[in-house]
């Protein structure tokens, strides 16, 4: 997995994830959020269009970022799962307290306007 950040107008933090999310590879996807924390980064975008796998720990990821978002003002969203990972956010019931966007254009579209 490799993960990148780029700092995006208003403040927003895009997260590009590329490869598995596994017990693997999450804590390097755990340390970057935690990073982006750490530094009052809580206006989070997460691109997934290049994750084809994510277990419970990378789900567990994205809750734990989002909670933390949402404590500071701020905000998690998630932009352009698979149809296996988007099915996957919904069955875990992520999709009702983290936004899920078709496309990273619609997802930082949205949160500019936050």
Known sequence: MHVA????DGDIA???IH????INTAPALRDTMHQLLDAGRVRIVVDLAGVDFCDSIGLGTFAYTRNHCAAAGGFLRLAAPSPFLSRLLTTVGLTGPI????????ALHEASAA
């Open 99 to 106: 936004p899920v966007h078709p496309t990273v254009t619609d």
């Open 14 to 16: 895009l997260v590009s």
């Open 19 to 22: 490869g598995a999310i596994d």
């Open 5 to 8: 950040v780029t700092n995006r």
